[in-house]
């Protein structure tokens, strides 16, 4: 009963704010962030609705801005994002995109427009109007007040990298020993960052779940954190919990963008934020593997 009165809820809204009836709603499995909704409307298409009760003011204006941020880049080639439909306090709205497999040919398309996309670049690192954002539950820091002056190793450590290992040690999720392997990264992050690049148009929490595989032979990105950030991180992320077909889309990639020497090495700094969110939030085993790529770091192999 539950279920079938949220379900009435969900429809309900969206026939409010998309001024079309709704004929049939299913649950989508998804995270455990928001809910998840497919809806039917009466012109035939589909929308996915997501929602989430007693949201954070903005929460689903900040991810309808990141999509529409990443679509821009569509013009030049870059990963297409489903379109917003419609945005509220307490509800995301977008065109539905139906599922397909990974295919070697769709994976060869993402690796060279996730390049456009990044080529599309960014004012600045962070996000130069905005103060934060969020990266599932978390605020995500994105304007630095000149506190990193242009360089992304000093955002990456101020804003991404302190204040989760803050966090995490505040909650006990990660050890005194990993706590300080993560504060020898911080002592030498510049160091560490390899050649300095200018901001690209990064999705910002591009794990496999945030790539949507379509019966387009293509793929869709989703649920971003979107900003200016390094192209590396985006590459890193999607290797941390294993896309299908990721040599494949990393070929294609350095094909259209060729990366800076090295680049492979830094894959471990790169995935030690989304490690460290994941210890904060989730706890369990995050904070030894934030320890573990946080060394790896630290001694790069050749690669």
Request: charged residues 20%.
């Amino acid at each position: 009963m539950l279920v079938m009165a949220r379900m009435g809820t969900v429809a309900a809204r969206a026939e409010q704010l998309l001024g079309r009836a709704v004929v049939a709603t299913v649950a989508v499995p998804g995270g455990g962030v928001c809910t998840a909704t497919k809806a039917r409307l009466s012109d035939g298409s589909s929308v996915l609705v997501k929602s989430r009760p007693h949201p954070p003011a903005g929460f689903f204006a900040a991810e309808a801005a990141g999509l529409q941020w990443l679509a821009e880049a569509t013009d030049v080639g870059g990963v297409p994002v489903p379109e917003v439909r419609a945005v509220a306090d307490d509800c995301l709205i977008m065109a539905w995109v139906e599922p397909g497999r990974p295919s070697t040919e769709a994976a060869e398309r993402l690796g060279r427009a996730l390049a456009a996309t990044h080529r599309a670049g960014a004012e600045t690192f962070g996000l130069a109007d905005v103060d934060s954002t969020w990266i599932g539950t978390m605020p995500l820091p994105q304007r630095g007040a000149g506190n990193w002056a242009g360089s992304w190793a000093e955002f990456w450590a101020a804003a991404r990298i302190e204040p989760y290992l803050r966090l995490a040690c505040d909650r006990t999720a990660i050890t005194e020993t990993d706590a300080d392997a993560v504060h020898r990264v911080l002592a030498r992050v510049i160091e560490l960052a390899g050649p300095a690049e200018p901001p690209a148009r990064v999705h910002g929490d591009l794990w496999s779940g945030n790539v949507v595989w379509s019966g387009e032979a293509r793929a869709y990105l989703v649920d971003p954190a979107a900003h200016g950030g390094h192209r590396e991180t985006d590459l890193a992320m999607l290797a941390l919990f294993g896309l299908p077909q990721l040599e494949r889309v990393l070929t294609a990639y350095t094909e259209a963008s060729p990366l800076a020497e090295g680049w492979r090495a830094r894959v471990p700094l790169h995935q030690l934020h989304p490690l460290l969110v994941h210890a904060a939030m989730f706890g369990g085993s995050y904070g030894a593997r934030a320890g573990a790529a946080a060394r790896a770091a630290l001694e790069p192999q050749p690669g």
